[in-house]
């Protein structure tokens, strides 16, 4: 049905038999002949019809539906993603009503080859959708019963509702998404782990509130990444645990009828275990809620990762470039080189953020079980999955090909970036550290006084602040030998340190490679 088409049975159906000659000059504005107009209109009323006639719903209604509402009631256009599984599902269900004598040997095995032609007509992009089709469970039905007939077909649905089907297909379709998603994460932070491993040596500054602070090892700030993405994966995989719960076999509400065995379903399917009550089965979407939290919390890690990047890479910094394969150019300005992969990447994260805020508001309204309102709930799931394959992937490519300038990361190291070491230094001799911060703090005054660096200081300048400044004072000033070298504790920064952090990192890919 066409636009025009729809504004003409809006008109229609909303006015009287007597009004509707008068409306006809409206007609002709937007389209339509006098002439024309009556089989137009019988042609527009047909189709709704016949598409009512084949909904999952159409017994209980005489009238007929509004184009607009039929367009906007419908979800096949997005969650028609989920025709694999739920195929799966249906072919589950088949053989549980089989088990439960509702079904005989025959019409399971009918159901299923049928089942099986539909999945073959999905994979070669033979399937047509359909007027009607208003979502994957009625196309994937109405398609069943156009080949196997419609008793058989009719017989698949007994005591399933589309509440407890959709929620199964949904945690059917993120099971098997977590999986590809960590496997991409696996994949960054093995780049994360490479480059840690061959760029130890190199040190650059490290920064609070995007000052200078103290030195720090390349592979310190690469692995502090490596680890975000650690807890990420690990989230990924308890929220995968707690998804893995059966709602197949609660009905629309209250339960299933029939006898039939939801713990031979749950096996069929690979869930750990049944729904417990109907009701919180049909109407639970925590997994979609908390799966946008996650990519949401995962994204603002990528961001920040994707933050620095963008400042190193600058003329100001110099400390990395991208290759050009992630990067693109100015229309304007030949000169210009721009981080664009992370900058979309850092912009995805408001996208994600604004998926999951969005999703809770719509959760809060809601009475228990099911609404329609949750029909909200796959464009954001899906969005959210196809953004951060995406995120992940461009991540990975831009972090495995980047330079680094390790010579200009040596000399972003400035002198003053030691007051620090100048404060542990005393503390070393006795001296508390709240009284060392502030000696070391008229270090630092005096040095701005003169005019000079904190190496520059003479041993009496020193010694006129404080006594126990003696000659060794100067071992201070070694940035690879002293000052990163002295943070040994489990998480420093200095080589043993971040060998370890290495070492556990190679671990766990491995324990996770041999799985």
Known sequence: MNTVDEKCYILLASCEYRRRKSLLRSYKEIGYRKADFKYRNSSIMASCDKNQESKLWGGRFSGKIDPIMEKFNSSIEFDKRLWNVDIKGS??????????????????????????????????????????????????????????????????????????QVATDMRLWQQEEIRTLKDLMLNLIRVFVERSEMEIDVLMPGYTHLQRAQPIRWSHWLLSYAWYLKQDFDRLDNLASRNNILPLGSGALAGNPFNIDRDFLAKELGFFECSPNSLQGVSDRDFVAEFLFWGTLTSVHLSRLAEDLIIYSTKEFGFVSLADAYSTGSSLMPQKKNPDSLELIRGKAGRLLGHCTGFLAVLKGIPSTYNKDMQEDKEVMFDTCDTLKAVLQIATGALSTLTLHSKTCMEALTP?????????????????????????????????????????LSLDDLQEISELFTQDVTCLWEYYYHSVEQYQTQGGTSKVSVEAQLSKLRVWLESLLQH
Request: with cysteine; aromatic share 6%.
């Open 91 to 164: 072919i589950a269900y088949a053989k549980a009503l089989k088990m439960a004598g509702l079904i005989s040997k025959e019409e399971r095995q009918i159901i299923c080859d049928g089942l099986d032609q539909v999945r073959k007509e999905w994979c070669n992009n033979e399937f047509e959708i359909k007027p009607g089709d208003e979502d994957i469970h009625t196309a994937n039905e109405r398609r069943l019963k156009e080949l196997i007939g419609a008793v058989p077909g009719g017989k698949l649905h007994t005591g399933r509702s589309r509440n407890d």
């Open 416 to 456: 003053d970036m030691l007051a620090t070491d100048v404060a542990y230094y005393l503390v070393k001799k006795g001296m508390s550290f709240r009284e060392a911060h502030s000696v070391a703090g008229k270090v630092v005054a005096l040095s701005e006084e003169k005019h000079c660096t904190l190496t520059d």
